[in-house]
C-alpha cells in the first residue's frame, strides 16, 4: 500500500485511547474557575469598581479611567493567582477565527528588577495593526492601526496552555476612524436595538415592570471527528476542511445506525475532556451525542444572553482544536467535509427574555399574556418574511452552499416551519376571510393555545427556521461560522420589526381604536401578507422548490449572489437606519465576504489540481502498466483475446478518465487564471463559482470512478471508509 496512507492507517490503528478525568465529579466544583465572574469580581474588586463593572454590564455605562486602573489591577491579581503569566485582547475578526497578541504581565525596572504590570489603558484599549486584517478597504491612507476595546458584558477568562496561562480579555476591534472590523462591535448594536424595540413594545402594551430584555441563544454545534494521521494524509482536508475527492463508502448513513448510538470510547474521553475544559470556562455544555452521518457528533450548551453564547461557541470552537490534539483527532467544522452524506450545522436556538423572567416566544395558559406572546410571534414571521433575502446572505458561505442549494443539499429557501397547532390557532385567529368577519376571532379572550403545544410542539428537521416551542431555531447557519453575523441579521431585523409594529399600532390608536383591537388588527395583516413564507411540508423534496417559486419565495443558491443581499438599499436603509452598519462598513464587509469566498475556491482549485496530477494520474498510471503487462505477458503465452478482455477494457477505461482528468485540470487552471484577471470581486466570485468550480465536479467524477477501479495497494489517499470509520 502507498506509504503514507498505510502508515496513517497503522498510527490510527495503535492509537491509544487517552482518559482525562475531569477535577472532580461535581462539575460545580470548578464551574467558571477560569473567568473572572461576578464572584472573582467582588473578592477582587473594591465595592465601587465592582458596582462600576456591573452598571457597565447591567445598565451599558462607561466605565471611567480610573475605575478601569483599579479593575485592571484587580484583573491582574487575580489572573496572576491562577498561574497567568500574559494578557491579551482577545476579539473577533472577520477572518472567522478569534484572534489574540500575547503581552506579559513582566516588566524590567530600571534597576534590573522587574514587576508585574497591568494597567487600566492595557485593559481598556489597546493597538493592533488592522492592515493585517480583512478590512475591506477600510483603511485610513496614514493610519492602519485599529483598536481593540473592552466589552466589559463578556467576563474576561483564562486559557490554559500546555506551559503557561493567559488572561484574555473579550473586546470589540475597529478602525482608526471608528469602522467596525469585527463581529462582535456590530453584534453589540443589534442586540441594543432589539433590547430597546423589545422593552418598549412589552411596556407600552403588557408590562410595566419590564425595564430590561435580551436575547437568548443556545448554539448547538455539529462537527466530524477524524483520526489526526489520516487527516494528514489527506492534502484536500488539511488545507480545505473537506475532501475534494472520495468515493462514498460502501456503507454510510443508510442503516441509521449511529444516530443516539453508543459514543465510541475515544471520542467519549474526547467529549469528557472537550467538558471538562469548557466547563472551567463557564461554558454551559449540557448534551452530547452522535449525529446522523459516521463520525458526526453534536454537542449543546444550555442558551445564554447572545453575545456570551457567541463568544462561548468562538472559544468552544478553538477548544475543540486543543482537546482533540490531545486525543489525536482532527475536529472537522467544514459544512460538508464528505459528499453523500450529512454536513454540519450549527443551530442557533433564539428567543427574546424579559427582566420580568419572561420567554416572550413561549406560549403560555393564559389568553391576557398570549396576546404579547402572539404579538412577538407574529412578528418574527413577518420580520423573516420581509427579510429572508437577507438571512440568507447572513449564512452565506463556501462550504455552507454545500449545505444549501447543492445537489444532495436541502435548498436554500428561507422558510419558517411553525407546527400544525400554531398554524391552526394563528389561521383561525388571524387568517383568512373568515376571521375577518367574525367579531369574536378579535378578541383576546379566544388566544387559548392548547396545552399539548407548551411542552409538545412537533418537529421538522428540514426547516432552515423552525418554532420549537418556545424559541425559534435558526438552523441554516453553517458549523463553521461565527454565527454573529446570522444574530447581527435576526436581531436588527426583530429591532426594526418590532419598532414599525409600535407605529402601526399607534396609528391605529390615534384614530379611536382600542389598544388590545389595534394590536390583533396589525398582527392579522401582518399574518396574512407573511404566511406564504409558513411551511410544514419536506423542506428538502423537489416540490417545495417548485411550490415556493410559485409562492414568489427567493431561492439564491450560491454565496457570490446570496451576498448582494447586504448591500440592497432596503438593506442599506435598515442597517444604516437602526444605527449598526453606516453604509462604508456594509460595503467593506460585503467586499470581504466575496473575497473570502474567492480565497476559498481558489485554494479548492489549486490543491485538486495538485492531488488529481501528483496522486490520482500517477496511481490511475500505475495501475494501467500492471495491466498492460499483464496483457502482454498473456499475449506472449499465446492466450486467446477473450482471456484478457477484461484487462483490455479497463486500460481503456482507465485512459478516458485520466484524459478527462488531466483535460479539466487545464481548463481548471485556465479558468482560474481568467478569474484572477477580474478586477470586481464580485465578478471574480461569480467567474470563481460558475466558472471554476463546476470543473471540480468533472474531476471528482472521473477520479472517484478510478478510486473504484484502481487497486486499492495502489490508492495514496485514505478512502472515505477509513476515515469515517476507525475511531
Ligand atoms: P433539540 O431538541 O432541538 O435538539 P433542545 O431542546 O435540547 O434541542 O435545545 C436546543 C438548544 O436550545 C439548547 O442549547 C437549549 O439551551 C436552547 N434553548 C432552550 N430554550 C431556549 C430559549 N428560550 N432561548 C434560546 N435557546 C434556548
Ligand atoms: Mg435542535
Redesign the pocket.
Known sequence: MSLVRNQALQTALNRVPISVLPPSVKVSDYYNINVFNDNAMKSYLSKSAYKAVSNAIIKGEKIDRAVAEEVAAGMKSWAINRGATHYTHWFQPLTGATAEKHDAFFEPTEDGRSMEIFSGNALVQQEPDASSFPNGGIRNTFEARGYTAWDPSSPAFIMEGNNGKTLCIPTIFVSYTGEALDYKAPLLKALHAVEKAVVSVCSNYFDKNVTKAYA?????QEYFLVDEALFYARPDLMLTGRTLLGQSPEKGQQLEDHYFGSIPPRVHDFMVDLETESYKLGIPL??RHNEVAPSQFEC????EEANLAIDHNQLLMDLMEKVGKKHGFKVLLHEKPFSGINGSGK?N???L?TNTGV?L??PTKNPETNLQFLTFFVNVIKGVFDNADLLRASIASAGNDHRLGANEAPPAIMSIFIGSQMTHILESLLGGKTAAKSKKALSIDVIKIPEILLDNTD?NRTSPFAF?G??F?FRAVGSSANCANANIVLNTVMASQLNKFQADVNALVKKGRKQEKAILEVLKTYYNASKSILFEGNGYGDEWVKEAEKRGLSNVKTTPEALNAYVSQKSKDLFVKNNIFNAVELDARYEIMQEIYVKKIDIEAKILAQLATSHIIPSAIEYQGKLASNVASLKAAGLSKSLYDVQVNSITEIAKHVKVISDSVTKLINESDKAHHIEDTHKKAISMCHKVKPLFDTIRKSSDALEFMIEDDLWKLPKYRELLFVK
Open positions: 437568548s441563544l443556545g448554539i448547538e449540557k448534551t449543546a450548551p444550555n442558551f443551530h436556538n433564539w428567543s427574555i420567554n416566544l413561549a418537529r420549537t418556545n424559541k431555531e
